[in-house]
């Protein structure tokens, strides 16, 4: 158990829905990742926040958004579903902001769009 | 942009046997990161490499870091049933933040 606890664990939906996937970060851990893990394009990074603040972006979808909350647990929302966003979506945690730490990925959140 | 290749993709090897996995790079880093996956689970830490030559040790497992070769390695010793999973690269470039390109994996399967 990495102490990254994410919620829902599996989630069914339908095209053109919108979704919101939640993470607690590790006690301690400032710093929270969005990842993305499917089958045709691998494990992409979408975005980065450190204490509240967006400090990374990677190949995010303008149709995903996310925040980090003062308690530091973070939000990913997915709007406007399509078929094509079925993945499993991890997030992560470390206690730095910068690169040299290192990063604990939760169990995932498994996103089937139908 | 950076790109993390890995091979071998699969690997299939018997227990007790060594081999080793490579992770090249394309643009200069000196952050490596290596995962393990079981199949549908979470990503687990194996090893952080900091610095060039930089080598860790854990277990049958050993990574090494060659920044000016843009290369690491996982070398497995002695392979036994439980190694079977899933191996990640995953290098980070010191810019604003961290973001992690992952390889591909390597799909490692120890046969009894």
């Known amino acids: 158990d990495s102490g990254v606890t994410q919620t829902p664990k599996h989630l069914i939906t339908a095209t053109g829905q919108r979704v919101t996937l939640r993470c607690s970060p590790r006690?301690?851990?400032?710093?929270v990742y969005w990842y993305q893990q499917s089958l045709d394009q691998g494990l992409q990074f979408l975005i980065q926040?450190?204490?509240?603040?967006?400090?990374a972006k990677g190949n995010i979808l303008e149709r995903f958004s996310a925040q980090q909350f003062p308690d530091l647990h973070s939000e990913l929302n997915l709007s406007s579903l399509e078929l094509g966003d079925s993945a499993l979506y991890f997030c992560a945690s470390s206690v730095e902001v910068n690169s040299g730490n290192t990063i604990y990925f939760g169990e995932g959140s498994w996103l089937t769009v139908v | 942009e950076l790109k993390v290749e890995q091979n071998p993709l699969f690997l299939s090897m018997q227990e007790g046997k060594n081999y080793t996995i490579y992770c090249n790079y394309s643009?200069?880093?000196?952050?490596l990161y290596w995962y393990r996956q079981d199949p549908g689970k979470s990503l687990e830490s194996l090893f952080v490499?900091?610095?060039?030559?930089a080598v860790k040790q854990e277990g049958r497992l050993m990574a090494s870091l060659d920044t000016k070769a843009r290369l690491s390695t996982l070398h497995i010793t002695a392979a036994v049933h439980d190694l079977s999973a899933t191996y990640f690269c995953?290098?980070?470039?010191?810019?604003?933040?961290?973001?992690?390109?992952f390889g591909e994996g390597t799909q490692l399967t120890v046969n009894p």
């Open positions: 490499l900091l610095s060039n030559g």
């Open positions: 995953a290098v980070d470039r010191r810019t604003s933040g961290s973001r992690l390109t």
């Open positions: 643009t200069t880093s000196d952050r």
């Open positions: 926040y450190y204490n509240g603040e967006e400090r």
């Open positions: 006690s301690g851990d400032l710093s």
